[in-house]
């Protein structure tokens, strides 16, 4: 039976994996044979678990051929609570809500 370090270090292993190969979550659980919640799960987990001092606020550049060219932005909190776009949406307009 794994101990729940263990199984904590295995998952954190994967969000890290994960954040090195530049797919997107679900991409990388299908390549995996990963249900995506549970994968969900665990980088969440690994999120809450990062001093706040290591969150890098700003912007990610999305690489158009890995997102499937589908327009959208994602803004995200320093408290986690985030907004999402599911159409295109101005930079001035992302820059004036983290002002």
Known sequence: MQTSKTTREEMFFMVREWQQTGLSQKQYCQENNIQYHVFHYWYRKFRDEQPATERQPG????????????????????????????????????????G
């Open 59 to 98: 912007f990610v550049q999305i690489n158009n051929a890995l997102a499937g060219n589908i327009p959208f932005a994602e803004f995200t909190f320093p408290g986690g609570s985030r907004v999402v776009f599911h159409q295109v949406v101005g930079v001035d307009y992302l820059k004036e809500l983290a």
